[in-house]
Every structure is written in structure tokens, then in C-alpha cells.
T-cell receptor, first 115, second 111 residues
Framework: AQKITQTQPGMFVQEKEAVTLDCTYD???????LFWYKQPSSGEMIFLIY??????QNATEGRYSLNFQKARKSANLVISASQLGDSAMYFC????????????FGAGTTVTVRA | NAGVTQTPKFQVLKTGQSMTLQCAQD?????MSWYRQDPGMGLRLIHY???????DQGEVPNGYNVSRSTTEDFPLRLLSAAPSQTSVYFC??????????FGSGTRLTVV
């Protein structure tokens, strides 16, 4: 199984500042997909952003961007202009390529945005 | 509304009791899966299914059974609940070319 590592259990960020959440992964596959999810205190899993291993451009979705460094097996999430509503747990996840849809998750990073 | 519906949202069981967590989706997704979420461990795959009649084990299958008689439904059964199964359970579905849709979760406590 793929291994996903998120080394930051918790982070504090000031409102309106940017924050980078680290994610590294271990796979021998050439084709794979990387996801970031947000889990607020209400508990639901909210999809944020996706990066395919063959995508040449880093993915962006509004205030979210993914800093994808394939050679380093790194897929860091950058949240720009943090808002109080960004306070949540964030999970990095990976699925293999082909017809394998099993998602592997990291342990998560809790982000707290301070006013 | 289209999506993944999980029931119940909360459940308290006594050790040794059995129960079924329900999961249904109306998006015609071939792939369905069950995860458990425990503090500090992210989500771990319990069982998954690639289509009706086909199921397989994930990372942590012990103590759980599944079946997939229809495309829409993928129930998770606890045959004899143990305190170690206290967790939050998520069902998710997807299909080729689609993202993953998660249910709202079931918080299970085994006492």
C-alpha cells in the first residue's frame, strides 16, 4: 500500500496569511493521483484539490494550490489569504493509477487560523 | 440530492452486539469503500467493492463484513462489536473519471 506522510500534527496561522501543509508520499507507480481534503469540526470530508502524476502544471482551485514536486514525491498544499473558516483538519490522500481506486490517507494536519 | 447517504449518524453499542452501518449512493458509482477514522491515524480502508457482487479487504478488515448485492448499497456489518471498533466510519464512492464522494460519517461508540 502507498504510504502518505504528513509531518505537521498542528499549525497556527494568522488570518490573511498563507500557510503550507506538507505531504510526502511513497509509491513505485508511475501513474497516480493526489488529493487534499478538508474536514471541519462538523466532520464531513470536503474535496479541495487534485493533482495527477502526469499533470505538468501545479493544480490550483481558488485560494488552494498544490506545490507538486514529483522527483521529491512531495505534494504540499498552500492556502493563501487564510480565513477563520479555514480552521480544520486537512488530509493528503493518494490513489494508484489504472483501475485501482483505493485511497490512502495521511494522518492529517490541524490548522487553526487566528484573528 | 445526489450523493452518499450513511445511516445512522451516531450509535452506541455494547460489547458483543452486532449492527449494520448503511451506505447508499445514487450516482451509479461502481466503486464503494468503507473507512474508519481514528485520532492521529487518518482514514484507513476497511473493505471496498468494485461492483455489485465483488468485495475485497482493505487495510483493517478484521471484525467487519461487507456485501454488495446492488450497485447502490454497500452495508458494513459488525458481527460482535469490540471497544477497539469505537471510531468514526465513512463510506465513499467513485467511478472512472469522477472524484470521490464521502458520506457524512457514522460515529460509533462501543462500551
Amino acid at each position: 500500500a502507498q504510504k502518505i506522510t504528513q509531518t505537521q500534527p498542528g499549525m497556527f496561522v494568522q488570518e490573511k496569511e498563507a500557510v503550507t501543509l506538507d505531504c510526502t508520499y511513497d509509491t513505485s507507480d508511475q501513474s497516480y493521483g493526489l488529493f487534499w481534503y478538508k474536514q471541519p469540526s462538523s466532520g464531513e470530508m470536503i474535496f479541495l484539490i487534485y493533482q495527477g502524476s502526469y499533470d505538468e502544471q501545479n493544480a490550483t482551485e481558488g485560494r488552494y494550490s498544490l506545490n507538486f514536486q514529483k522527483a521529491r514525491k512531495s505534494a504540499n498544499l498552500v492556502i493563501s489569504a487564510s480565513q477563520l473558516g479555514d480552521s480544520a483538519m486537512y488530509f493528503c490522500a493518494m490513489r494508484p493509477g489504472g483501475n485501482d481506486y483505493k485511497l490512502s490517507f495521511g494522518a492529517g494536519t490541524t490548522v487553526t487560523v487566528r484573528a | 440530492n445526489a450523493g452518499v447517504t450513511q445511516t445512522p449518524k451516531f450509535q452506541v453499542l455494547k460489547t458483543g452486539q452486532s449492527m449494520t452501518l448503511q451506505c447508499a449512493q445514487d450516482m451509479n458509482h461502481e466503486y464503494m469503500s468503507w473507512y474508519r477514522q481514528d485520532p492521529g491515524m487518518g482514514l484507513r480502508l476497511i473493505h471496498y467493492s468494485v461492483g455489485a457482487g465483488i468485495t475485497d479487504q482493505g487495510e483493517v478488515p478484521n471484525g467487519y463484513n461487507v456485501s454488495r448485492s446492488t450497485t447502490e448499497d454497500f452495508p458494513l456489518r459488525l458481527l460482535s462489536a469490540a471497544p477497539s471498533q469505537t471510531s468514526v466510519y465513512f463510506c465513499a464512492s467513485t467511478k472512472q473519471g469522477a472524484g470521490y464522494t464521502f458520506g457524512s460519517g457514522t460515529r460509533l461508540t462501543v462500551v
